[in-house]
């Protein structure tokens, strides 16, 4: 069985910031799966709890979880992450994960 070689990228987003975040990103995520464009998912709501280090207070935030894959291109990868992602995130640091994923499509 064959696939595309991608990254899934998933990022935690505050549900106020949420709608901006997509706005913001989707036009940078590239079309390689057909005839699609911003390409992407969400979860209607989830809680992020975090504590910043030194302090007492844990903060809980309703927040989605957005994802969206790309090709599997490691400088590609950088670039969306440092002058996408992380620009339009409100976070300091926001949650970022990835993984290596292999895409089916219908005709494999």
């Given amino acids: 069985m064959e696939g595309i070689e991608s990254y899934r990228v ?8 949420l709608e901006e975040f997509i706005r913001n990103v989707s036009p940078e995520i590239p079309s390689f799966l057909g005839n699609y464009d ?3 998912w969400w979860t209607e709501k989830g809680i992020e709890q975090s504590r910043k280090i030194g302090s ?6 309703p927040c989605a979880r957005f994802e969206c894959s790309l090709p599997k291109d490691r400088e590609r990868l950088r670039r969306f992450i440092e002058n996408t992602v992380k620009p339009s995130h409100p976070w300091e640091e926001p949650v970022i994960l990835i993984h290596e994923s292999i895409i089916m499509k219908n005709n494999m």
Avoid at 10 to 17: F, G, M
Avoid at 56 to 61: L, M, S
């Fill in 38 to 40: 911003h390409v992407c």
């Fill in 10 to 17: 998933c990022v935690y987003v505050p549900l106020d910031s």
């Fill in 56 to 61: 007492k207070q844990i903060e809980r935030v």
